[in-house]
């Protein structure tokens, strides 16, 4: 999420939306056959410059309603992450924004975002042509991520950058609940591994028994007492599960 390419982050934003809109599998599917179209007759050069044309407006029709669906989204969840990120991150600032090679604002009709797209196609022509591949839309499209106010990919530490994921998945969890009407299970994967005990403790404190989580760890004892005790544990030694009532109190 943080620290790979913009694919990732693109990703994310679409998964949330194919739960919350079906038919928004269906139109980034169609938006990626256009892509692919397109791409293929800029590879053969001033021959198909004809062809060309006439997926431009495609292009723009689908990829404006790919991305307005992505900045409403964004825009209702970027201030929950940040609640989040304040809670299990000990107050330091998040910053999530969509960042789109066509600039896009949430109140902008349809009609003028596809102008401006369109004009952006008109500019990077010659680009595309010499790098065979299209250049702009929201397949190119970022999620900008900060903490404190500089680039979480190359200046927050490992621990920031867990922190920052963990606010990310948690406001999703807390979008889809109020969105779906239905708790989705919070699985936590060695979470607390790159986490320092105060980031530990604000993560599985913000947690609490809001939702029903499972998270796997290989040191139990850098659980909080209170905490673990709420808690049902199972250990897996080789291959075999066993429900024991461990205790945090009795240094498992």
Do not use: C
């Not at 109140?107 to 022509?125: D, G, H, I, M, N």
Request: aromatic residues 6%.
């Amino acid at each position: 999420m943080v620290r790979g390419g913009p694919e990732g982050r693109r990703d994310w934003l679409d998964r949330i939306l194919g739960q919350l809109e079906p038919v928004y599998g269906d139109l980034l599917g169609q938006y990626e056959q256009v892509v692919r179209q397109r791409n293929a007759l800029l590879r053969l050069g001033e021959a198909a410059a004809t062809q060309l044309a006439l997926w431009d407006e495609p292009l723009a029709t689908l990829g404006v309603r790919v991305m307005r669906r992505r900045v409403r989204l964004l825009a209702r969840l970027a201030p929950i992450a940040a609640r989040w990120h304040a809670a299990i991150g000990g107050g330091e600032t998040l910053q999530v924004d969509y960042a789109p090679k066509v600039p896009v604002q949430t109140e902008e009709s349809p009609e003028v975002l596809k102008e401006r797209f369109l004009a952006q196609l008109a500019a990077r022509a010659v680009a595309e042509r010499v790098q065979g591949t299209s250049l702009v839309g929201p397949h190119r499209d970022d999620v900008g991520l900060g903490v404190g106010g500089v680039p979480a990919r190359t200046f927050a530490s490992q621990g920031q950058q867990r922190t920052l994921v963990l606010a990310l998945k948690l406001a999703e969890l807390e979008f889809l609940t109020e969105q779906l009407r239905e708790t989705p299970l919070l699985l936590l994967d060695d979470v607390l591994a790159e986490l320092d005990l105060q980031r530990q403790s604000h993560l599985l404190t913000a947690i609490g028994d809001r939702v029903q989580t499972v998270i796997t760890t290989t040191h139990l004892s850098t659980f909080q007492g209170k905490w673990l005790d709420s808690a049902q544990t199972f250990r897996v030694i080789r291959g075999t599960v066993k429900i024991e009532p461990i205790s945090y109190r009795h240094g498992a």
